[in-house]
T-cell receptor, first 113, second 111 residues
């Protein structure tokens, strides 16, 4: 069973701090890695994706990928209360034309004002 | 900015009834998906659709489920005879080159 694992949290950080969210995956053949934000009762909203080892930055967000360790993370700089949500890690697996996503259970982030 | 839309936002039905959930994907996308999320659980893949046919389906997507693209814009998920355990949020997604964008979801409640 191909799995994506996340700590469910909650991860509590003060406003202005860096929030670090982590994800591990079991399928070594996974190709692309996505971070979604999901507010309670809402749909997943794409933040960013990464497919090469290293860091990728987009505004206050940085995704980090280490394929050897099968580990992907999301850093949120200058965290704001509006960042409080569940962050979903999703993995696209190798092979097939469908590019379906396998999701983790998500990490609940709480940014304290 | 283009977005995926879904109707209805909330559907309440009796066990054993048929429901049809509707989605309008982003217009130039070619790959379409249905996912579901039972309350408090992870988002789960149901089915993918490309070139007017199913390209992959999960174990959840049994004979009670079907998908269709009846015209150039709509993409539907039909559940023939709903069960209590079908109660969930159902999300439609469409994909361009890489990213999958999700619609707002339909909350299905089976009584």
């Amino acid at each position: 069973q191909k799995e994506v694992e996340q700590n469910s949290g909650p991860l509590s950080v003060p406003e202005g701090a860096i929030a670090s969210l982590n994800c591990t995956y079991s399928d070594r053949g996974s190709q692309s890695f996505f971070w979604y934000r999901q507010y309670s009762g809402k749909s997943p909203e794409l933040i960013m994706f990464i497919y090469s080892n290293g860091d990728k930055e987009d505004g206050r967000f940085t995704a980090q990928l280490n394929k050897a360790s099968q580990y992907v993370s999301l850093l949120i700089r200058d965290s704001q209360p509006s960042d409080s949500a569940t962050y979903l890690c999703a993995v696209r697996q190798q092979g097939g034309a469908t590019n379906k996503l396998i999701f983790g259970t998500g990490t609940l982030l709480a940014v304290q004002p | 900015e283009p977005e995926v839309t879904q109707t209805p936002s909330h559907q309440v039905t009796q066990m054993g009834q048929e429901v049809i959930l509707r989605c309008v994907p982003i217009s130039n996308h070619l790959y379409f998906y249905w996912y579901r999320q039972i309350l408090g659980q992870k988002v789960e893949f149901l089915v993918s659709f490309y070139n007017n046919e199913i390209s992959e389906k999960s174990e959840i997507f049994d004979d009670q489920f079907s998908v269709e693209r009846p015209d150039g814009s709509n993409f539907t998920l039909k559940i023939r005879s709903t069960k209590l355990e079908d109660s969930a949020m159902y999300f439609c997604a469409s994909r361009g080159e890489v990213e999958q964008f999700f619609g707002p979801g339909t909350r299905l409640t089976v009584l």
